[in-house]
């Protein structure tokens, strides 16, 4: 039995309109940052520990090539996914759950996909990457080890996104 710690941290997003969840609103669970689990073959029942509240799921190891892959067998459709999200008191995988992605759900008056890209462009430079000023919060530094190119490359890219969302965000409060 291994355990998992993860933390609820959930966006805070404007409502698009869609009755469709997205994936930011659930906690995800992904076998592949999951710690102390041995590869190998066969099905096995573990426990996953969110928030003080341990949930039961089956862990099925693949043989691939010469090494091993793990897999959540969902409890719902019985299909073998990585990552399960928590939703109803329950672990299920995506397809159960039916949300969407937040770019399948991004209008051109909305803001909520510019902060999704901030986010996604910032933690490419910094894993620990947050947004606590919204939109006006910096590009992280350049990483070491990390090639100038590459990094004037993803930092051009958060800073047309962050011109995208103070523009949206100006046009929205008619100034």
């Given at each position: 039995m291994?355990?998992?710690?993860i933390?609820?941290?959930?966006m805070?997003m404007?409502?698009?309109?869609v009755?469709k969840?997205?994936?930011e609103?659930?906690?995800?669970?992904?076998?592949?940052?999951?710690k102390?689990?041995?590869k190998r073959?066969g099905?096995r029942r573990?426990?996953?520990?969110?928030?003080n509240?341990?949930?039961n799921c089956t862990?099925?190891?693949?043989?691939?090539?010469?090494?091993?892959?793990?897999?959540?067998?969902?409890?719902?459709?019985d299909?073998?996914v990585t990552k399960?999200y928590l939703k109803?008191?329950?672990?299920?995988?995506?397809?159960c759950?039916?949300?969407n992605?937040?770019?399948?759900?991004?209008?051109?008056?909305d803001l909520?996909?510019?902060?999704?890209?901030?986010?996604?462009?910032?933690r490419?430079?910094?894993?620990n990457?947050?947004?606590?000023?919204?939109?006006?919060?910096?590009?992280?530094?350049?990483?070491?080890?990390?090639h100038q190119?590459?990094?004037?490359?993803?930092?051009?890219?958060?800073?047309i996104v962050?011109n995208?969302?103070?523009?949206?965000?100006?046009?929205?409060?008619?100034?």
């Amino acid at each position: 039995m291994f355990q998992l710690y993860i933390t609820s941290e959930v966006m805070n997003m404007a409502y698009t309109g869609v009755s469709k969840p997205y994936k930011e609103q659930f906690i995800e669970v992904d076998i592949n940052k999951a710690k102390n689990l041995i590869k190998r073959p066969g099905v096995r029942r573990v426990g996953v520990k969110i928030e003080n509240t341990e949930f039961n799921c089956t862990i099925e190891g693949v043989q691939v090539g010469y090494g091993f892959r793990l897999f959540f067998k969902c409890n719902y459709c019985d299909s073998r996914v990585t990552k399960l999200y928590l939703k109803d008191h329950g672990l299920k995988c995506r397809h159960c759950i039916d949300f969407n992605y937040i770019s399948q759900q991004a209008t051109k008056t909305d803001l909520v996909y510019e902060f999704h890209l901030m986010k996604r462009y910032g933690r490419m430079l910094d894993p620990n990457f947050t947004m606590p000023h919204g939109i006006s919060t910096r590009c992280p530094w350049k990483p070491k080890n990390m090639h100038q190119k590459t990094y004037d490359k993803i930092r051009h890219k958060y800073l047309i996104v962050q011109n995208k969302a103070i523009n949206k965000w100006l046009a929205m409060v008619n100034l």
